[in-house]
């Protein structure tokens, strides 16, 4: 897949940022409800944050992103960690799940950064104005 222009390519890191906001405001307002409706809703949220891992990738692919391979096997751990305490969580083991959902944050974080640097250092001009050559100053 050939990479996209730098306007498209700004738009949509722009559109992974804010569905990864929109991500930890849901993950933020779950950690907050009491232990009883976090279990009830663990599974939704586990499948909100699949849904956003499997559209960053589709945008990450499209952008060519340098690390992509890498990415998609974090996102396949984090995953499969997550869905393979969705019947614990569900049964009332909310500690297990708040603490799961704490690194899964923490992991969605490190991602955002990463995912802000490389595409600012793909995009041309890495928005960075070359300098000139060394001028010697006026005075001498």
Known sequence: MLPLSSSTSHTAAAALRHARKLLFVRIHALS??????????FQAMVAAI????AHE???????A??????????NALLLASLHRIVTQVEDGDAG???MALDAAAD???????????ALV????????????????????
């Not at 990738?57 to 952008?63: D, F, G, I, R």
């Not at 992103?65 to 974090?74: N, T, V, Y």
């Not at 250092?121 to 001498?140: E, H, I």
């Open 32 to 41: 907050a409800e009491p232990d009883d409706a976090f279990c009830a809703a």
């Open 50 to 53: 699949e849904a956003d891992l």
């Open 57 to 63: 990738e589709k945008v990450m692919e499209a952008l």
């Open 65 to 74: 992103f340098d690390g992509l391979h890498e990415r998609l096997a974090e």
């Open 96 to 98: 297990l799940g708040r």
């Open 107 to 117: 992991l969605l974080s490190l991602h955002r950064l990463t995912t802000d640097l």
């Open 121 to 140: 250092m793909a995009r041309p001009n890495c928005g960075l104005k070359k300098k000139g050559p060394n001028k010697k100053p006026p005075y001498g």
